[in-house]
C-alpha cells in the first residue's frame, strides 16, 4: 500500500557529484527508518545511509565524507546528495523505508524500483 519512488540516477563523470531523490506516498502512517541501499554488480546489496527514528545517521564507510542523506520527515522524503563520485559508486541504488500504514501495524521494509548510476572514469 506504500510506495517509493526513485528519482535522479544518471550518468556522471569521476569526480562529479549527483543527486538522487526518493518519495514515499500511499497508505502511511508513519516512517521509522528511511534512506537508501545500493547493490553493485556482482556484490550483495549493501547500506548507503539511512536516517534512523531519533534523526541519527548511518553511513557505509566507502562513502562517509562523501555522502549525505537528508531527509523531510513532514514530505515523506529522503535524498542522497553524492558527491566526488568513484567508477566504485556504479550501482543500482534502492530507496528504503520501513513503514507503518496504521496506527499500530507491523512495520513493513518497503523498497524502490531502484535508478541506476553509472560513473564514468
Known amino acids: 500500500q506504500a510506495y517509493l519512488a526513485e528519482s535522479g540516477g544518471g550518468l556522471v563523470e569521476a569526480g562529479g557529484s549527483l543527486t538522487l531523490s526518493c518519495t514515499a506516498s500511499?497508505?502511511?502512517?508513519?516512517?521509522?527508518?528511511m534512506g537508501w541501499y545500493r547493490q553493485i554488480s556482482g556484490r550483495p546489496r549493501e547500506l548507503v545511509g539511512v536516517?534512523?527514528?531519533?534523526?541519527?545517521?548511518k553511513y557505509a564507510d566507502p562513502v562517509k565524507g562523501r555522502f549525505t542523506v537528508s531527509r523531510d520527515n513532514a514530505k515523506n522524503t529522503v535524498s542522497l546528495q553524492m558527491n566526488n563520485l568513484k567508477p566504485e559508486d556504479t550501482a543500482v541504488y534502492y530507496c528504503?523505508?520501513?513503514?507503518?500504514?496504521?496506527?499500530?501495524?507491523?512495520?513493513?521494509?518497503?523498497w524502490g524500483q531502484g535508478t541506476q548510476v553509472t560513473v564514468s572514469s
Open positions: 528504503n523505508a520501513v513503514v507503518y500504514p496504521v496506527s499500530g501495524s507491523t512495520g513493513y521494509d518497503t
Open positions: 500511499g497508505r502511511i502512517f508513519s516512517i521509522s527508518t
Open positions: 536516517v534512523r527514528s531519533d534523526a541519527s545517521i
